[in-house]
C-alpha cells in the first residue's frame, strides 16, 4: 500500500530518497547478501532471496554437523574441544537466529515499509531533524558493529588457521576452520578441500552478518521510534501555539493526531517486538556464554605467545560485548522516551 502510495504521489520530504538510503544502506548490504533484506530484482532475480537463504543455511549445517561428530567421536584434546564448543555453540546460535530471521521476513518487511512511510510523510525540516539525530545513531551503532564482527571474523576464518602447523602424526595436513568427521570423506584431497573451505567460510560469513545484520536491524527500529517520540514531545509542546499544526486550527484536531500518532508508534513498537524479541532472546543468552570462552582463549593464547590468536579472541571478545551494549543502550533509550512521553501526558 505505501509502495503504491509513493510511486503515485510527491513525498512532503524532499529528501525522502537520500533518507531512506541513508538509514537502510547499512542493513540492507548486510542482511540482504544473506536473503533477509528484501531486494528489489525483477525477473529471474527475484528468487536471489530464496537461493541466499539455501546455501546460507546448507553452509551452517555443513559447518555444524561433521564438527560436532569429530569432537565427540575424533577429539581427545580437552582444550581443542573446549575451543570447538565455543565455536559450534556460536554456531547454533547463529543458525537458530538465522531460521527466526527467516520466518519473520514477511513482518521485517512491513516494519520497513512502515519506517519508509513514516519518513514520506515529513513535512517540517526540524521533524526531520529529530529524527536523523536517533537515524544516525542507529546506523552508527550497525555500522561498528558490523565492522567489529566482519574483521573479527575475517581474521579467524582466513588468517588464523594458517598461522601454526598441524600435523598428524609426521604428516602435516591442511587446515580447515571446521574440523571435519574423519569417517565421511577425505578433505585433504583437491578440490575436495578448496570447495569445503569455501563452505566454511560461507558459514563464517553467514554466522556474523546474521549476528551483526540483527543488531543492526533492531537499533535501527529502535532509534526510529525514538525518534517519532521525539517529534509527538514537540507536537505536545507546540499545542498551544500550533506552529507545527498547519492543517489542524482547532485544539481538539490537534490533540486528535499527537493520539493518532501515539496508537501508530505503539502498533510499530509491537511489530518490532514481534519480529525481534526471540533473536534479542538468543542474541542475549549466546553473547553471555560467549564472551567467557574468548576470555579463556585470550589466557591460553597468552601463555603460548599467539599474538594472532590472543588478538582475533579478543577482537571477537569485543564484538559480542559491543553487540550486548547495543542492545542494552537502545533499550533504555526506548525506555526512557516513553517514560518521559508518560510523565508529560500524566
Not at 35 to 48: K, S
Not at 192 to 212: D, P
Request: aromatic share 12%; hydrophobic share 45%.
Amino acid at each position: 500500500m505505501e509502495n503504491s502510495q509513493n510511486e503515485h504521489t510527491i513525498s512532503p520530504n524532499i529528501n525522502y530518497q537520500r533518507d531512506i538510503q541513508y538509514i537502510f544502506k547499512p542493513g540492507n548490504w548486510v542482511l540482504g547478501s544473506i536473503g533477509i533484506w528484501p531486494l528489489a530484482i525483477r525477473g529471474i532475480g527475484r528468487h536471489a532471496s530464496k537461493i541466499a537463504i539455501l546455501l546460507c543455511n546448507f553452509a551452517l549445517i555443513f559447518a555444524i554437523v561433521p564438527s560436532v561428530l569429530h569432537m565427540i567421536y575424533d577429539q581427545k584434546d580437552l582444550n581443542i574441544r573446549l575451543k570447538l564448543f565455543g565455536l559450534l555453540g556460536f554456531c547454533s546460535t547463529a543458525l537458530m537466529k538465522y531460521c527466526v530471521l527467516t520466518m519473520r521476513r514477511p513482518k521485517i518487511m512491513r516494519c520497513i515499509e512502515h519506517v519508509k512511510s513514516d519518513w514520506w510523510q515529513v513535512k517540517f525540516n526540524s521533524d526531520r531533524e529529530m529524527m536523523l539525530k536517533y537515524a544516525t545513531t542507529g546506523r552508527r551503532l550497525s555500522m561498528i558493529s558490523v565492522t567489529s564482527m566482519y574483521l573479527a571474523g575475517f581474521i579467524f576464518h582466513t588468517i588464523l588457521p594458517f598461522c601454526t602447523e598441524h600435523k598428524i602424526g609426521n604428516q602435516t595436513i591442511r587446515p580447515l576452520v571446521y574440523p571435519p568427521y574423519s569417517k565421511f570423506f577425505n578433505t585433504q584431497t583437491s578440490p575436495v578441500y578448496e570447495m569445503v573451505y569455501l563452505a566454511h567460510c560461507l558459514c563464517g560469513y553467514t554466522m556474523y552478518s546474521v549476528t551483526a545484520g540483527s543488531c543492526g536491524l533492531a537499533a535501527i527500529f529502535a532509534t526510529h521510534a525514538c525518534g517519532q517520540i521525539q517529534v509527538i514531545e514537540s507536537r505536545l509542546e507546540d499545542l498551544p501555539r500550533g506552529k507545527n499544526f498547519e492543517q489542524f486550527v482547532d485544539v481538539n484536531q490537534r490533540i486528535a493526531h499527537i493520539v493518532k500518532s501515539h496508537v501508530r508508534i505503539l502498533r510499530f513498537s509491537a511489530a518490532v517486538q514481534e519480529v525481534l524479541q526471540e533473536v534479542c532472546l538468543l542474541e542475549f543468552a549466546s553473547s553471555i556464554f560467549t564472551m567467557c570462552l574468548p576470555e579463556y582463549y585470550c589466557i591460553v593464547d597468552w601463555q603460548d605467545s599467539d599474538a594472532v590468536g590472543l588478538t582475533t579472541y579478543f577482537l571477537l571478545f569485543i564484538s559480542f560485548c559491543f553487540n550486548m551494549y547495543i542492545l542494552c543502550y537502545i533499550g533504555e533509550q526506548l525506555v526512557q522516551k516513553v517514560d518521559y512521553l508518560i510523565h508529560v501526558n500524566t
